[in-house]
């Protein structure tokens, strides 16, 4: 049986000023999925995550989350970013808080947990990133890997339904890539709904259900990895991995 649809994008459509960004989107990720957007920089890709959880504000089209459909105007956009976790390229940490302090923050200041149990989560999800021995730390005592461990146990807090990745690991040396894919396959085995956006084709092969490759502001193809990677069906697709891989 298919597992029910977690975010279903309808002819979404995304202008700056004269730029059209996002042309006619149409996408589908359904329950304990993990799908990988790839494609040129400039094609749209972060702005398509930015869209779904309401960073950005689209022109047209319908966007619903977990079978509701979601309207700048009518829903609280801090319970949709609840709802839609985010982790970007950039860790955007507090600099002035500790690492346990980072997690709790939002649990406790937007979601009104009682601090003991926020605490109580905070530790878990440390342990699951693998950060335990970190919580009072300082994010400016971090590697890169640990910092975006840290910024992914921050998003998982507020129980997200779906995971949000904008090139998490393309400011990491290189060495720093590894504990952060880990920790990200991890998250994709446990059954997290993820849409990763990445330039990790061992990645996006290894874990992701479905491929879509974006080519200046549409879907060019999706399609299973091993179909996508080995045979695309679009020349644009061939180009496009032949320039990469
Ligand atoms: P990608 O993530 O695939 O590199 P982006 O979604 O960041 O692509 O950008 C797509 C296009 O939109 C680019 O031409 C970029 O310059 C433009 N763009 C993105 N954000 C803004 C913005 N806030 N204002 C104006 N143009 C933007
Ligand atoms: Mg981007």
Known sequence: MKEAIMVKVEKLNKSFGDLHVL??????????????????????????????????IKNSGKIFIGGEQIEEHTHDLNQIRA????????????????????????PVHVKKIPKDQAYEEAKELLAKVGLSDKANVYPGKLSGGQKQRVAIARSLA?????????????ALDPELVG??????????QEGMTMIVVTHEMGFAREVADSVIYMHDGRIVEVGHPD???HTPTQKRTKDFLDSVL
């Open 23 to 56: 042309k006619d989107i149409d996408m589908t990720v359904r329950e304990r999925e993990v799908v990988c957007l790839i494609g040129a920089s400039g094609s749209g890709k972060s702005t398509l995550l930015r869209c779904l959880n309401f960073l950005e």
């Open 83 to 106: 709802k839609v976790g985010m982790v970007f390229q950039h860790f955007h940490l507090f600099p002035h808080m500790t690492v346990i302090e980072n997690i709790m923050e939002a």
């Open 158 to 170: 507020m129980k997200p339904e779906v995971m949000l990745f904008d090139e998490p690991t393309s």
């Open 179 to 188: 504990e952060v894919l880990v920790t990200m396959k991890k998250l994709a």
């Open 227 to 229: 179909q996508l990677f």
